[in-house]
């Protein structure tokens, strides 16, 4: 809504994970909008050794609708858009001029495209028509609970698991609020993290911070990170 895009996108989410933000695919994409590692840097999203912004329900989701609204920009029609995000948008623009054609349903009729990606764009459509009349297909489903949290700022790096024993929150709760963090810890580099707790514990979690010690990497980790950043420069 907050970027004018039809409301049923948001079931490309349906199709790419079930809307699991821990789904992983054989091409290393992650999170409920499956991003890539680049495009996900590319639209600000954070992916590091500490945190996988691409896993945040939230975060991806606005930097998805930032790349669908470039998308359309771009191919001007939401089966040509839909199916360059499954395919990348410089297969779909060659697939159009290798066969000289303006829509999605005329690439998909060539060899140009993938079958994945020909698939792609009804499974779409098929799963939206499913999600908008359950009733009708058989699907009997309780509404779900809203996803609420209240956020604690944290000013250095400390265990999960030692604010759950503190606060006296299930640890499991505390982690699926917090998928994006990758090893179960606030990261290191960051004096302001916005940590997601449950609703009514905001305030507990605040106060059992101060006697939390601050966790320290191994050097082993250090290491790693270190070599990745020179690598990768």
Known sequence: SEFNLPSDLVYLSLVESGFNPHAYSRARATGPWQFMKGTAILYGLRVDQYVDERRDPIKS?????????????MFGAWPLAMAAYNAGEGKVMRALQKSRADSFWEIAQTKHIRRETKEYVPRFMAATIIANNPDQYGFLQEPPAPHQF??????R???LQQIAVAAGIPFTELSRLNPELRRDVTPPDDQNYHLKVPVGSQETVAQVLEKIPTWK?????????????????
């Open 157 to 159: 790096s400390v265990q």
């Open 150 to 155: 209240e956020e604690v700022i944290v000013h």
């Open 61 to 73: 989701t606005i930097a998805a609708a930032h790349y669908l609204r470039d998308l359309y920009d």
């Open 217 to 233: 990497p191994t050097p082993l980790l250090v290491k790693k990170g270190k070599n990745r950043s020179e690598s990768s420069g």
